[in-house]
């Protein structure tokens, strides 16, 4: 647990750097949208969550380590839903722009947290 909490620190740490160099190099240009960090920090926080969760579930029972996997990308599924919609109800922005910061920041999240549980759920197989 505590290798994937140090792995997760250094991807966000990356992930906001990478997002800060685009944003400075892309001056002209909006490449991200005004409340880009708001989603950024949510999708942190409900991916570490749910990481967390998905594998103190692999550890209790190791047997349904994938129910706990399948889970975590359910929770953090759902929550990012409701993040949308009560996001499009403030009328916030709108347009092809939040839809390309949200769903890139949300694949980034959703690969690595997948990846760091499946490597987990390996470990114990072997």
Do not use: C
Not at 21 to 49: E, H, N, Q, Y
Not at 87 to 95: D, L, V
Request: hydrophobic share 60%; net charge positive; glycine share 8%.
């Amino acid at each position: 647990m505590k290798q994937f909490i140090l792995n997760f620190i250094v991807f966000t740490v990356v992930l906001a750097g990478i997002a800060l160099g685009i944003s400075k190099i892309f001056t002209d240009t909006p490449v991200l949208v005004g409340s880009f960090w708001l989603i950024f920090t949510f999708f942190a926080v409900i991916t570490f969550v749910a990481s967390i969760l998905a594998l103190m579930g692999m550890k209790r029972k190791p047997d349904s380590g994938i129910m706990a996997l399948m889970g975590a990308v359910g929770v953090k599924m759902f929550f990012s839903m409701v993040f949308v919609l009560i996001y499009s109800q403030k009328g916030a922005e709108k347009g092809m722009l939040f839809v390309a910061n949200f769903f890139s920041v949300y694949l980034l999240f959703s690969f690595f947290e997948i990846y760091s549980l499946l490597r987990n759920l390996r470990h114990q197989n072997k």
